[in-house]
């Protein structure tokens, strides 16, 4: 991997980007000296137009980039680093420099609107009225639904076959909090196993 300086006058942008939630954290600025600390150290190193030096981020704050992968693109003069962050990325506290809410995708979202449901006894959800049933009726209602995405895979109906998966995925996140477990449990578990 042969990045591009001249091209760009000695410094190249740099996307940052959460490797689990696959949000855009921050962008940044090398230079070749800041590249091949970033390598060899596998934490994401700047060059500082304000400070006019290297800047290892999280170097006061202690919440480093740890490097996952580093892609260059297709003309050689941005960089894309995936990261695992040590804490939030923005000196402001956030996240991300962009604002963006903390986010790891819609069944991360639809996982905490169950968990709220639940956790505030709502009488009129559907949700919490089946999780006060028991782990018995919770386990049971993933097993139809399981058997009905078999039958409907069967079949040619793609819109059934969606539509019963999608009520698969809902009741098996069900499941997991009456189980006290989440998805980035799940997602350890098939991280493990790659």
């Excluded at 209602?141 to 109906?157: C, F, L, Q, R």
Aim: aromatic content about 8%; some cysteine.
């Amino acid at each position: 991997m042969n990045p591009n300086f001249d091209k760009t006058d000695g410094l190249i942008p740099v996307i940052i980007q959460d490797n689990t939630s696959n949000n855009v954290l921050m962008l940044g600025y090398m230079n070749a000296a800041a590249f091949e600390q970033t390598k060899r150290e596998k934490r994401v190193t700047f060059y500082s137009r304000s400070k006019q030096r290297l800047w290892t981020k999280g170097e006061t704050s202690g919440n480093f980039l740890n490097v996952v992968s580093i892609q260059l693109d297709c003309d050689s003069d941005t960089l894309l680093i995936k990261v695992k962050p040590n804490g939030p990325t923005c000196h402001t506290g956030s996240t991300t420099c962009f604002g963006e809410p903390d986010s790891k995708g819609f069944l991360y979202e639809l996982e905490q609107t169950i968990d709220q449901r639940i956790s505030n006894n709502d009488p009129n959800s559907y949700t919490n009225k089946l999780f006060q049933r028991g782990i018995n009726k919770v386990a049971q209602k993933v097993g139809e639904e399981a058997v009905e995405v078999v039958i409907e895979a069967k079949d040619d109906n793609r819109e059934l076959f969606l539509n019963e998966s999608a009520d698969l995925l809902y009741h098996l996140l069900i499941l997991l909090r009456a189980k006290n477990a989440t998805l980035s449990d799940v997602e350890a578990v098939l991280k493990g196993r790659a």
